[in-house]
């Protein structure tokens, strides 16, 4: 079949999917330019400074891909105009946060940001042009983008008779803090078109570092139905964990061990089973919601129902976390001070988008606890912002600390929350000197070994484990 060679990429969206993503097409395909554009021009001067540390985000590996391609096949800028004009597949990806206000507030998927970067490109673009989205979107949504490329080019028509487009969807898989990783040997690309020729042209560019038996090409909406269903089927296996997490702590049962026992069955798997405080992260609850949400739309409330309970679940494991706390320091931490390690919402990335956390600290500081928290990657700006979205009835007492230690300083309790490596096999002897006694140590991520806290005299709670 005959294709397209793409020689010139332009990505709308320079954020965690779209950032590392252009970096790893650049860094495998040296001989296509890649430009990534953001109207956010702090963001564009971060991934722009020459102190690799201060990158918009954090991800192992991506600093050494952005100092071998930027500036040679990479680019990043805020002129949209030229970046899209110049380019002969361009990438929409771009924040698709749930709607705050209005027709499926809190559901479903806000896409102003979407339709006005089809707006923009409908507008600069060139010849034709491979429009695809890589933004989580809504099933459907490929045929919006393509209403509106149609319609503004009709509306300019006079001038603009030699613009076409193919739109595809190429959802992204990656997870945060392994992005390069997942990007370099994903498990499968997926790739959903109806123009061959324009399929064909993406997956060239894919071929340059994924095997052909790995790209998974479909019809548009299978595509941008499955990373919906991917993701929720991700997070109902966490909501699952946790459920039985917590009747192991009912009955006596060791999650760890109903966990390996069940994950070795080959047809249930073994990843993915560690059970936590619920899930956070930009994607698994916005993307349910967003199936929820559909599902209403397509006459499907059942549906709807079940995924909107994996939802339900995640919430009230968090909420279950902060009552243990609670009653284990006798019914209450008012006045009392409670040591926080680990605020994003899972190990190696500074992200703490609906981490559980943040819902955690919140309900603490409600009850009139003095948090002080430690995270080797979260900026005390980024929790600001995350407890300034809360209104609280009390006044919020909470301070960042720079170490486990000055976390540690006269806590009655230290609670878990997120796996950093630096957390496992603490000296629990040394620490405990510290605490103001008696002191609890709640463990939600399974780091603390119980033989470690022996002769500590702490005590510990840990999540899944009964008594
Ligand atoms: C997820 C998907 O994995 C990825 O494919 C998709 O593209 C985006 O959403 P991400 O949100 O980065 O990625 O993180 P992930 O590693 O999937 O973890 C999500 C949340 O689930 C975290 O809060 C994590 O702590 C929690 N989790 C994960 C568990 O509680 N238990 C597990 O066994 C796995």
């Given at each position: ?60 590996g991506l600093d050494q891909i952005i100092s071998r391609t930027r500036g040679r096949n990479l ?259 008012n006045g009392k001070n409670i040591a926080i390690l680990g605020f994003s919402f899972k190990a ?120």
């Amino acid at each position: 079949m005959s294709s397209i060679k793409i020689r010139k990429i332009c990505c709308i969206g320079a954020g965690y999917v779209g950032g590392p993503t252009m970096s790893v097409i650049a860094d495998k395909c040296p001989d296509i330019e890649v430009r990534v554009v953001d109207i956010n021009k702090e963001r564009i001067a971060a991934w722009n400074d020459n102190d690799l540390n201060n990158l918009p985000i954090f991800e192992p590996g991506l600093d050494q891909i952005i100092s071998r391609t930027r500036g040679r096949n990479l680019f990043f800028s805020s002129d949209m105009e030229k970046s899209i004009s110049y380019a002969d597949m361009i990438f929409i990806s771009v924040n698709t946060p749930t709607k705050t206000k209005g027709l499926g507030a809190g559901k479903a998927s806000d896409l102003s940001w979407v339709e006005a970067s089809a707006r923009q490109v409908a507008q600069y673009a060139n010849g034709h042009t491979i429009v695809v989205e890589k933004s989580t979107l809504p099933v459907r949504t490929a045929q919006a983008i393509k209403e509106i490329l149609k319609t503004t080019i009709r509306e300019n028509q006079k001038n603009e008779t030699t613009k076409t487009f193919s739109v595809l969807s190429n959802p992204e898989f990656l997870a945060e803090g392994t992005a390069i990783n997942d990007l370099e040997k994903p498990d499968r690309v997926l790739i959903g078109g109806e123009d061959p020729q324009a399929i064909n042209a993406l997956v060239n560019i894919y071929l340059n570092w994924v095997s052909s038996d790995q790209i998974i090409c479909t019809n548009l909406w299978s595509s941008e139905l499955s990373k919906l269903a991917a993701n929720a089927f991700l997070a109902q296996r966490i909501s699952s964990i946790n459920s039985i997490s917590a009747f192991c702590e009912a009955t006596g049962a060791d999650i760890k061990e109903v966990a390996k026992a069940i994950g070795t069955d080959k047809r249930i798997g073994n990843q993915f089973l560690s059970a936590g405080p619920g899930f956070g992260g930009s994607c698994f609850k916005k993307d349910i919601l967003n199936l929820v949400y559909l599902s209403g739309y397509f006459g499907l409330p059942e549906v709807a129902n079940y995924w909107n309970q994996v939802v339900l679940l995640n919430t009230w494991q968090q909420d279950r976390i902060y009552k243990i706390v609670l009653e284990k320091l006798f019914g209450t931490v008012n006045g009392k001070n409670i040591a926080i390690l680990g605020f994003s919402f899972k190990a190696n990335t500074n992200d703490t988008r609906e981490s559980p956390a943040i819902r955690i600290s919140c309900e603490l500081l409600e009850e009139g606890a003095f948090l002080s928290i430690y995270d080797p990657k979260v900026s005390i700006e980024r929790m600001k912002e995350d407890f300034e979205n809360h209104s609280f009835d009390n006044p919020m007492i909470w301070k960042m600390a720079n170490s486990i230690q000055e976390a540690l300083q006269n806590a009655d309790a230290v609670l878990i929350l997120t796996a950093w490596d630096e957390f496992f096999g603490l000296d629990w002897n040394y620490l405990a000197s510290f605490m103001r006694k008696p002191a609890w140590i709640f463990d939600t991520r399974s780091v603390v070994n119980r033989e470690e806290i022996k002769n500590t005299g702490l005590n510990l709670w840990k999540l899944g484990e009964g008594t």
